[in-house]
């Protein structure tokens, strides 16, 4: 791991909630963690559990009828959530900027990738020159693997893995210190996958950026990430670095959710562990800890009370009462050991 601990954002008691006919969806329930400056965090989760929305919301991109119902995020000493427009506007792009699952949706089809960078650098910068910009984006590029031939292509003429390049690029340009990537590699077939991962460390490495990647996509994870923190029901339910998440899962849901990868070696009298249950309808989320329905662990106190995220070792946040005290509790604490 590369990271050297220094915070890059805190996340503090982030809340989101979408309106909808059938009531208010708690889509991010006071959601607590820090970035590292020069790390890759992987969040993971199921689909719906609030992962997508945890990275918009991180950059002010909730549209409505969803909405920030409370929280912090502190960027460099900063509340962003106390910024106005132009502030935003800067901010996304020039500190953090966001890549996503299809690349088609951000770029524009009938520009080229010359002209693409140079707009996200004028933008920003409106005094650099066109000439200036051209020599900034053509040095990027080749940074970036791609061959300085195709500043002139149109994205349609590029590959996936190479238009993602192309949006990791506009954001590197303007020497974001975050770059979020949204479910980045999934559309993309497993060898592209795969160089993109590695051209991320990369990246990672020679611009010293922090990455936050978000995706159901644990294997990917494993590959790429410091750390992990696993999402359910819109809370953040467990984070640690990546090797003891692997190695000594603490969180049932992340057990749970290990367990559920297909293994190669599986013996064919062997059945693939299915996770009981459903992940919860969030306008009306279970009691207690959203995750007792489905707990091959639960105890009485789950579904009375909500655990907090609590560090069971340093560096490790636990969101379950199999590892805190409680008067109410029958079941002995579990401790872990650093
Ligand atoms: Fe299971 Fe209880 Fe822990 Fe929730 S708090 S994960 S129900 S043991």
Redesign the pocket.
């Given at each position: 791991m590369t990271t050297n601990k220094e915070i890059l954002m805190e996340i503090r008691d982030l809340s989101v909630e979408y309106t909808t006919r059938l009531g208010q969806v708690s889509a991010v329930d006071k959601i607590s963690f820090d970035i590292y400056k020069g790390e890759i965090l992987g969040l993971v989760g199921e689909s719906g559990c609030g992962k997508s929305t945890m990275g918009k919301a991180l950059m002010r991109m909730i549209q409505p009828p969803g909405k920030i119902t409370g929280g912090q995020i502190i960027f460099d000493g900063e509340d962003i959530m106390t910024y106005d427009d132009d502030q935003m506007r800067d901010f996304r792009g020039r500190r953090v900027s966001m890549i996503f699952q299809d690349p088609m949706t951000s770029l524009n089809p009938v520009q080229r990738v010359d002209e693409h960078v140079i707009e996200a650098i004028q933008v920003h910068e409106p005094e650099t020159k066109t000439e200036t910009a051209l020599k900034r984006a053509e040095k990027l590029i080749q940074k970036l693997g791609i061959r300085k031939n195709r500043m002139n292509s149109y994205p349609h003429q590029l590959s996936g893995g190479m238009r993602q390049r192309v949006m990791v690029g506009l954001g590197l340009v303007l020497n974001a210190d975050l770059i979020v990537a949204d479910e980045a590699t999934t559309s993309l077939d497993v060898i592209v996958e795969a160089k993109l991962a590695d051209q991320l460390r990369q990246i990672r490495e020679d611009f010293d950026v922090s990455l936050l990647v978000i995706t159901h996509n644990i294997a990917l994870v494993a590959e790429l990430s410091d750390r992990v923190a696993v999402m359910y029901a819109g809370h953040v339910?467990e984070i640690a670095d990546v090797e003891p998440i692997f190695d000594n899962p603490l969180?049932?849901?992340t057990k749970g959710l290990l367990d559920s990868i297909p293994n190669i070696k599986l013996d064919e009298k062997e059945v693939l562990y299915k996770m009981p249950g459903e992940p919860p309808n969030l306008t009306h989320p279970p009691s207690?800890?959203?995750?007792?329905?489905?707990?091959?662990?639960?105890?009485p106190?789950?579904?009375k009370y909500e655990?907090d995220f609590k560090e069971v070792t340093p560096g490790r946040q636990?969101?379950?009462?199999?590892?805190?005290d409680h008067p109410e509790k029958e079941q002995a604490t579990i401790e872990v050991q650093a």
């Open positions: 339910v969180h049932p849901y207690g800890c959203r995750f007792h329905p489905r707990c091959p662990f639960a105890m106190i789950c579904s655990p636990v969101k379950c009462w199999l590892y805190i």
